[in-house]
């Protein structure tokens, strides 16, 4: 089977005609095809895309298109200029290639579907080209995607933010948690009201008010600007970050009482003590397992404020919003008698944000609240795969494509 007869059943082109096909070496291996316009064939404004009478033709341009048993393809074109009516004299539009890009769009969407697999870098080497012809193919991706995606029927978004780099620079990512339909949905600079105010200046007010269901952590602005532009959904605050807080009080009652113990010449009961007393029972190693058991019999201010985390646990087996509200205060009132200060501050913080705590069950069979956490998790691991972007517009470009879930136009033919 010849290359031409290859070329016309994944990639043909109307009005083009595959030439004569060679394989040449300067200075490396690669297949050359000659590409012509058809006889009577007119070109195409690339301005206004409709046909125009030709011009002049300029010298043969080269077009890299999807290598082809590790050897590269390249298109061979002689572009023609049209004298357009409307536009003036432009150079013609081409089907494999957009704009004065010298990489086919078949290419850039191989290059993009491997970039969801492989670091930039790595497709870079693999497929021998270089990192700016990845990155400028996930972003034509990215930008057909974010243009031709579905927006209607979201019901429910959950908001976080991610480190973007050292000095407190966020960006805030806002997801659709839908169960149907799980993705990014939108990226703000900063960690700001103004920003999430972005967020639904973008979403529009039409889309706001059939939300159902808003996911977030305890950040105040995030509160307030929730409840200001989609005040008719429920506000599910996050379990993770609520579980999060018993983490930070727990160390400091830990590290305070190993400096008491070391002051007073006692032995370091406590010492490697922290991954024990912050992983779930169920996640400890059998050795684990019993160092706890024998840390747990001692009467020790870490080990109290331990087990009124573990206490707490038992929260989310209620199914009942009443009967979890029941438990939620017996919790508090007894974390307040307990005279551990950094336990009586979360018991304070559970208090004040009580009824959206209790949103968690309202919720419940709706919606999964790990589900952001989750994608801030791919989120971290896309930053690190990127592997040299500079700038946060590249690093917006990387987690549309990864969690994005973008739409793709349907090809003649999906080479990877």
């Known amino acids: 089977m010849q290359i031409k007869t290859i070329l016309n059943r994944v990639q043909k082109h109307t009005s083009f005609v595959y030439e004569t096909v060679r394989l040449v070496e300067h200075p490396w291996l690669a297949i050359e095809v000659e590409v012509r316009p058809r006889a009577n064939a007119r070109a195409m404004c690339s301005q206004c895309g409709r046909p125009a009478p030709g011009y002049d033709t300029l010298a043969p341009r080269r077009f890299v298109f999807v290598p082809l048993w590790h050897i590269p393809v390249v298109f061979l074109y002689a572009m023609r200029r049209v004298a357009c009516p409307r536009c003036g004299v432009k150079v013609e539009a081409v089907p494999w290639a957009t704009g004065k890009h010298r990489v086919t769009d078949a290419y850039a969407w191989f290059l993009a579907g491997w970039a969801k697999r492989l670091s930039w870098q790595e497709v870079a080497v693999v497929f021998q080209t270089s990192w700016d012809s990845v990155y400028r193919s996930v972003r034509m991706a990215v930008e057909w995607g974010l243009a031709h995606r579905d927006l209607t029927g979201i019901e429910a978004i959950g908001i976080d933010e991610i480190a973007r780099r050292r000095g407190h620079r966020y960006l805030t990512l806002v997801y659709q948690i839908d169960r149907h339909c799980k993705r990014l949905l939108w990226i703000g600079r900063e960690r700001k009201a103004e920003t999430l105010h972005g967020f639904f200046d973008w979403f529009g007010d039409a889309r706001s008010a059939v939300l159902r269901f808003v996911c977030s952590d305890m950040w105040k602005p995030y509160l307030k600007v929730v409840a200001e532009r989609a ?58 397992s019993e160092r706890l058991a024998e840390l747990v019999r001692r009467n020790l201010r870490t080990v109290r404020a331990y087990l009124l985390k573990e206490d707490f646990q038992a929260l989310w087996g209620y199914v009942s919003a009443y009967w979890a509200g029941r438990f939620l205060d017996r919790w508090c009132t007894r974390t307040m008698r307990s005279r551990l200060d950094p336990m009586k501050q979360v018991a304070r913080m559970v208090r004040t944000h009580r009824e959206l705590i209790l949103n968690w069950f309202r919720a419940r069979g709706e919606l999964s609240n790990a589900i952001v956490e989750g994608f801030n998790g791919k989120a971290r691991v896309t930053t690190k795969k990127t592997f040299g972007y500079r700038t946060c517009e590249v690093l917006e470009v990387a987690l549309y494509h990864t969690l994005g879930d973008l739409p793709e136009p349907e090809l003649t033919h999906r080479f990877c």
């Open 231 to 288: 005040g008719q959904a429920v506000h599910v605050l996050d379990r993770f970050h609520i579980m999060s807080h018993f983490g930070k009080a727990i160390d400091k009652v830990r590290a305070e009482e190993a400096r008491k113990l070391a002051a007073e010449g006692q032995a370091p009961v406590l010492k490697r003590s922290r991954w024990l007393l912050l992983k779930r029972p169920e996640h400890l190693t059998d050795a684990q």
